[in-house]
């Protein structure tokens, strides 16, 4: 009996050991009672010298369009573009703070969000088109999501407005072994600021790392369970090689 005993606290040992506790993998558990309510501040992304900005002037009128655009695609929406070419048609910030357009020439950018980036070439085009309509989009936003994971990589991003959710979304969520802490690097002109994310506690939406910026690196760590092996481990086999054992000895006393 006692080697039953034996065999029965092995098991228990192992199963308490390959097990995760279900307040460390829930997400947005309300741990300090915040209530269903958490503030939180929307970003105002402001353009910056480097980066590239996608502007696009459309007319009916198929010459005017050529006139006002970069490149010599007949007129599409902007989601049928692919990577490469809106970063080759695309307008890079110079060092001043300006983009070169066709026509209008010189426009400063820096400093400022994509609506009032948009209301401003606007109204320079509104100077020789009548109804024309401008768009403009940030297409250098790009983040990397690293570590436990379901697909690891680099992502480009067309809304300015991207959360540590998303992120995660978008690489298929964490692993079963990936820790629900997330850790951030965001590069600054004074260096890179590093940042931890508790993704079980809803007080991470008032984070002001919450909202990521381009550039910024996201890696999720693996669990305690994943670093000691447990991930690789065949539990089934050997919970099934205890269990029977046990039955075995139980069958002879």
């Known amino acids: 009996m006692s080697r039953t005993i034996f065999f029965g606290t092995i098991l228990v040992l192992l199963l308490s050991m390959s097990c995760t506790p279900h307040r460390q993998i829930v997400y947005f558990q309300d741990k300090e009672k915040v209530g269903d309510t958490v503030e939180y501040s929307l970003p105002d992304y402001r353009v910056k010298p480097g980066d590239i900005l996608y502007v696009r002037v459309m007319t009916l009128e198929e010459e005017s369009y050529r006139m006002f655009n970069s490149d010599d695609f007949t007129r599409s929406t902007y989601g049928g573009r692919d990577n490469i070419s809106v970063y080759i048609h695309g307008y890079t910030v110079n060092e001043l703070g300006y983009i070169k357009m066709p026509v209008v020439g010189d426009v400063k950018v820096d ?14 085009v509104g100077k020789y088109l009548v109804d024309a309509t401008v768009v403009v989009k940030l297409v250098n936003f790009n983040i990397t999501v690293l570590g436990e994971v379901r ?26 072994f990936g820790r629900r802490r997330v850790n951030i690097v965001r590069h600054t002109p004074e260096g890179a600021k590093f940042a931890s994310l508790d993704m079980t506690d809803r007080r991470s939406f008032s984070s002001e790392f919450f909202y990521l910026q381009s550039n910024d690196i996201v890696y999720v760590e693996p669990s305690i369970a994943k670093r000691l092996g447990f991930a690789d481990f065949p539990f089934a086999v050997l919970f099934s090689a205890i269990t029977t054992t046990i039955l075995l000895l139980n069958y002879i006393n």
Do not use: C
């Not at 990589?153 to 959710?165: A, K």
């Open 111 to 124: 400093g400022m969000n994509i609506s009032f980036i948009t209301e401003h070439i606007q109204e320079k």
């Open 151 to 176: 697909r690891p990589g680099n992502y480009y991003i067309y809304d300015n407005q991207l959360t540590i959710v998303d992120a995660l979304g978008l690489a298929g969520d964490m692993t079963d």
